[in-house]
């Protein structure tokens, strides 16, 4: 599921330009929504953690996404521990606009995740008390 996404969509640079401008009036994609990765092969690390949610909610598997101000991910509970995947970081954006797939945020625990970026990733831990740093 991961890596379908991912290599099915590419992340939308412009719009995320546009948001951060301010001036998201019209976007030429649903990016932002499950619509975006799945439809149309543009997403926003919104797009990408709707579209991961659906795909773990229809097998059953316990879930939910991480969000602070700037970002969103997904929270996954595979044998009774749980693991952050973050399908945006693992699908980078690079100059040449070159399609290249990622693992390094593919199911790591909170440690991993914060020593691979301690700023991008932080959340609120009391909202989130299943993914305080041990």
């Not at 976007?27 to 579209?51: I, V």
């Not at 044998?79 to 945006?88: A, M, N, Q, S």
């Not at 970081?89 to 990622?102: F, S």
């Amino acid at each position: 599921m991961h890596d379908y996404l991912i290599n099915n969509s590419v992340y939308d640079s412009e719009r995320a330009d546009q948001i951060k401008a301010g001036s998201d009036n019209n976007p030429k994609y649903l990016s932002h929504k499950a619509n975006g990765p799945l439809l149309q092969g543009m997403s926003l690390c919104s797009g990408y953690s709707d579209a991961m949610k659906i795909y773990l909610d229809r097998l059953n598997i316990p879930n939910y996404k991480i969000s602070n101000t700037d970002h969103i991910w997904n929270f996954v509970n595979l044998d009774g521990k749980w693991y952050h995947l973050d399908l945006t970081w693992d699908d980078p954006v690079t100059p040449d606009k070159q399609n290249i797939l990622l693992d390094k945020f593919f199911l790591i625990d909170t440690n991993a995740l914060l020593k691979l970026d301690p700023t991008g990733h932080l959340f609120n831990e009391n909202d989130y008390s299943e993914a305080k740093a041990k």
